[in-house]
């Protein structure tokens, strides 16, 4: 019974989200508070449906309930537990569950939060949410239902993909997802401003931490996504612009453009009209994501099995609120009061420069992605955007914003000052060249863009240090003062400062990547191959089962200046029921890199052919987009943009016997 | 029908969320919109310079254009006028509660949702197995069981003829070989063997299968089975004479009754009907089949013997026409006249000499 009701009370979360569409935005035109007041509730009930749903699908997989179709596909019951949960959404079906659920929890959270909202702007804002939900729910209704059941009921499910038996699906996808529905909530703040008419101050500090959340999560996403292919997929590389990559990354560009501007419109009541554009876009790209992944115009590791009904319901989501997003904006921007004024040269300037780059960058990414898929359906030819093209085009955008950042990050707000600015990075520039510099001549090999990029890197660390500090010190303050001070400062001038410096460290990552070494070789055991500082010796290959599968391991030792440093084990798996094996890479972190080694063959004669690098400080691409979450979260807990901070501020107002 | 109990509880609960608020007669809260915002913002700067977080020229600047934007605020007015109350309103959007909620989810559960359908957790499941007495959940008892006790001799004689039933031949072939593994050469089961190979080469007697019967009938030669797949060894290597003996000879002694008497009837007249296959010669084929079997149980109906010959010479059969004449002459032995009616038969029909 409990499938049937999960499945009956996403039905009834489906009607709750028409009403919550319909009755609020009625309310806020006819200005009737008790319309407008349905939408909190409905949220909360759409959420507690949904999730009664979720776990309902969730206690099928657990118990293998192999009478609902979507366990029986993607499910065993052999399967260990952590895999039977995160399995729920490794699937079409079970995805697009916990889509829905983070939709309505984003919107349920707005209910709840948004107690100190303007009423008719909350309630525009959850009749948008609702109108996105409902789409959403219709389309896993009608098309992708995951409480499908089958008679006579199978003995044994199909089992799951064996590359999605890793923790990495455990975290990968919800990080992401909350990312992706979470700029939901900018795009429902936007249109629901739009429809309200009104665009002020209020409205930038509450769009605020909902864009920085959104943000934060996908950032999060997309780099675990990164170091989960990176060891899984066993190819050695961390970014490969595989479209559905790119797909995530877009709405990030445009995203990280949105959370800079949404600071610019609440402390400057300026650029209203392009942070409503950008807040637009960015859930328009999050949509463009999902059409990609899921309607089977590519194939990747990603996509899911597709039909071509799911295609064109997902088109047609798609061009709703693209479409109608951008016809609202169209016609209502004019009538928006534009707001403070500024020179060019300031912090305000500087991140419209900040913008206009990211938005390039994504402008060329969005090329590189869907040329290729345009090409092949109009004229039939396969070709594929690699690398290179990004190479050139987005990644000298990116580098020239980099080298831009400091200097902007330290420049006043409306009227700043660019020599001044330029003085106080003097020394943080000074430093990155002499790092460059020494990189340059101490490294011999390698690509010149290496000791460059470091060097990049360094300035980005170093400006975001220069920024705290010269905001800290005065002129004769003492050293205690000067770290009273710091402490003082903002959360979310601390949080700008670590995003930045963790850029800086990728970045470090990133162009340490051309000092990596590659190899390859068959290896009989006793033989060596050098990576290198280092040298892998084939100890032995075998064979190996696990729970549910058979692996042929190489065992190598890694030798470093003929010592021991550690060991490494790569082989190929079949799973059981699945014929293609999957290759299991070895990794070996040492300090800040890591040795990877990935097995292509087992030859009869018990030789083993082999790929290894070694990658020298590649976890900082990881470490610093960590770094950038922090930061992030620093910015988000700062009481400035805490959510309820109206309501408290005008009791802390009533308190000094003001009126509020 | 238990589920309809939770079913409408849920539906309450989803109607109430929408009604509760409706019912609620409390004023629109006087947010203020820019002006409170501003005001709290001055709050805001001047407790921040009092805990020295902002210089105070820094503050100055800061709460001069708060202000600036405050006045600007309260010169556009307040935003959050109340509209006019209003009763149809109010009824309308409950009459969306209380009547489109239930009729969406009621009408897309209607036609997407199985009410009557149970959970079936594994474990249920697995449990239910252990009892259940239909076909599929039996053979899944016995593998399991054989999975853990290969030699069980019982177990593979129960699975072996249900291989076959459900058309899982090459297990058939697996399983017969396990009992000749176990209970030694024997007739029974090389024709079992033999019998799934040829079903799963989809009815051609392969090579494999023939030696495989041959063996069978070295150690019983009446082994009905390695007899039948023998003769039609015969059949497929275009020997039609000498396939119709072997179905003779195996009618013999079989009590009509018996299925596998049918069974080789309906070969026999696919035979005799194979010259000309189209759908009369097929009824006529069969008749003719039926008339052959009898008059080889009784041999003594001189009429049947010419009816015989006549029907072979007709369907374009010489071959077992004479076959026919020759087992006639042999019938009729004793009898001086009907074995001269049936030469003189076999004269008007041309043949026989």
């Known amino acids: 019974m409990t499938v049937e009701l999960g499945h009956y009370a996403l039905i009834l979360a489906l009607a709750l989200a028409f009403v919550q569409m319909t009755v609020p935005l009625w309310g806020s035109l006819a200005r009737d508070p008790a319309l407008m007041r349905v939408g909190r509730m409905a949220a909360w009930a759409s959420f507690g449906f949904v999730t009664f749903s979720y776990a309902a699908l969730t206690m099928a997989y657990v118990n293998s309930d192999f009478s609902v179709l979507n366990v029986v596909m993607n499910s065993h019951s052999a399967k260990p537990l952590i895999y039977k949960i995160s399995g729920v959404w490794s699937n079409h079906e079970g995805s697009m569950m916990l889509w829905v659920l983070i939709l309505v929890l984003f919107a349920a959270l707005v209910a709840w939060r948004g107690g100190g909202m303007p009423e008719r702007l909350l309630a525009s804002v959850l009749s948008v949410q609702g109108a996105i939900a409902f789409a959403f729910i219709l389309f896993v209704v009608v098309t992708s239902n995951p409480f499908e059941r089958v008679f006579p009921i199978p003995v044994e499910g199909q089992g799951l993909n064996p590359v999605l038996q890793d923790p990495g699906l455990a975290i990968h996808p919800p990080l992401l997802y909350l990312g992706y529905v979470g700029f939901s909530i900018a795009y429902s703040f936007a249109v629901g401003a739009l429809i309200h008419g009104r665009i002020d101050a209020v409205f930038a500090r509450f769009v605020r931490p909902w864009t920085l959340l959104a943000w934060l999560f996908l950032t999060l996403g997309i780099s675990m996504g990164s170091y989960w292919a990176y060891y899984e997929l066993g190819w050695g590389g961390w970014w490969f612009w595989d479209p559905v990559e790119n797909a995530s990354l877009m709405p990030w560009l445009m995203g990280t453009a949105l959370v800079h501007c949404t600071v610019v419109m609440e402390k400057r009541d300026a650029l209203k009209v392009w942070t409503i554009l950008l807040a637009i876009l960015t859930f328009s790209l999050s949509l463009l994501g999902a059409f990609i992944v899921r309607s089977g115009v590519l194939t990747s590791v990603h996509s899911f099995a597709s039909d071509p009904t799911r295609g064109v319901f997902i088109l047609g989501i798609l061009t709703f609120f693209v479409g109608g997003g951008l016809a609202l904006f169209a016609w209502r921007a004019p009538m928006l009061r534009q707001g403070g004024l500024f020179a060019a040269v300031s912090r305000e300037g500087a991140l419209i420069v900040n913008n206009l780059f990211l938005a390039a960058t994504c402008a060329a990414v969005l090329i590189g992605t869907l040329y290729p898929l345009a090409l092949e359906a109009i004229s039939g030819a396969a070709i594929s955007v690699g690398a290179p093209f990004f190479n050139a085009t987005a990644v000298p955008l990116v580098v020239m914003l980099l080298a831009f950042l400091p200097i902007g990050q330290t420049l006043a707000w409306k009227r700043g000052n660019l020599l001044g600015a330029a003085q106080r990075m003097m020394v943080a520039l000074g430093i990155s060249i002499l790092v460059s510099l020494v990189m340059l001549s101490m490294v011999h090999g390698g690509p010149v863009a290496a000791p460059l990029g470091v060097g990049l890197g360094a300035w980005l660390i170093l400006g975001s240090v220069s920024e705290i500090m010269s905001r800290s010190w005065r002129r004769g303050a003492t050293l205690r003062i000067f770290v009273a001070r710091a402490f003082g400062l903002p959360r979310a001038a601390w949080g700008a400062a670590l995003a930045h410096a963790g850029i800086g460290v990728t970045v470090i990552g990133i162009a340490a990547t051309g000092w990596g070494v590659e190899n390859l070789g068959v290896l009989k055991p006793g033989e060596r191959i050098e990576i290198g500082a280092y040298s892998l010796v084939l100890d032995k290959s075998f064979v190996r089962n696990g729970q549910g599968f058979r692996e042929d391991v190489a065992r190598f030792s890694v030798m470093e200046n003929g010592g021991f440093a550690g060991a490494v084990e790569t082989g190929k798996r079949v799973h059981a029921g699945r014929y293609m094996p999957t290759t299991e890479a070895g990794i070996l972190t040492l300090g800040l890199g890591q040795v990877y080694a990935s097995v292509n063959d087992f030859h009869a004669d018990g030789s083993v052919s082999l790929k290894a690098y070694w990658k020298p400080l590649v976890l900082l691409i990881w470490l610093g987009s960590l770094l950038m979450a922090a930061g992030g979260g620093l910015a988000l807990i700062d009481r400035r943009s805490r959510i309820g901070i109206v309501v408290r501020s005008k009791a802390a107002a009533l308190l000094a016997g003001r009126p509020a | ?353």
């Open chain 2, 1 to 353: 029908m238990l589920i309809w109990l939770p079913i409408a509880l849920l539906t309450g609960v989803a109607v109430l969320a929408v009604l509760l608020p409706l019912g609620s007669r409390s004023k629109a809260r006087d947010e203020g919109g820019d002006v409170a915002f501003y005001r709290a913002r001055l709050t805001e700067i001047e407790g921040d310079a009092a805990r020295g977080l902002i210089e105070p020229q820094d503050a100055e600047a800061a709460k001069i254009e708060a202000a600036r934007f405050l006045l600007a605020a309260e010169r556009s007015g307040p935003d959050e006028r109340e509209g006019a109350f209003s009763l149809g309103r109010r009824r309308g959007a409950a009459l969306i509660g209380l009547v489109l909620v239930p009729v969406i989810a009621l009408a897309f559960y209607g036609v997407l949702g199985a009410p009557d359908r149970a959970d079936a957790p594994y474990a249920e499941q697995q449990a239910l197995l252990k009892t259940s007495t239909d076909i599929d959940s039996l053979m899944l008892r016995v593998e399991q069981q054989l999975a853990a006790h290969p030699d069980d001799v019982k177990g593979w004689q129960v699975i072996a003829p249900i291989y076959l039933e459900v058309a899982r031949y090459n297990d058939a072939v697996k399983a017969y070989l396990q009992l000749l593994r176990l209970k030694g050469p024997n007739a029974a089961d090389f024709s079992g063997q033999g019998e799934a190979l040829v079903l799963a080469a989809e009815g051609v007697v392969t090579s494999e299968a023939r030696q495989v019967f041959e063996q069978a009938l070295a150690l019983d030669g009446t082994q009905l089975r390695a007899r039948y797949y023998s003769a039609i060894a015969l059949e497929q290597d275009g020997d039609r004479v000498g396939a119709l003996a072997r179905y003779r000879e195996m009618l013999q002694g079989l009590p009509d009754t018996n299925g596998a008497a049918g069974a080789i009837r309906a070969r026999m007249a696919a035979l005799i009907g194979a010259a000309e296959p189209s759908g009369q010669n097929a009824m006529i084929a069969g008749m003719v089949a039926q008339l052959d079997a009898k008059l080889e149980a009784d041999g003594s109906d001189r009429d049947g013997w010419i009816k015989l010959m006549r029907s072979y010479q007709v369907l374009g059969q010489r071959a077992n026409a004479e076959d026919a004449l020759v087992r006639a002459r042999k019938a009729m032995a004793s009898s001086s006249e009907g074995l001269a009616a049936i030469n003189a038969a076999a004269q008007e029909l041309g043949f026989g000499n």
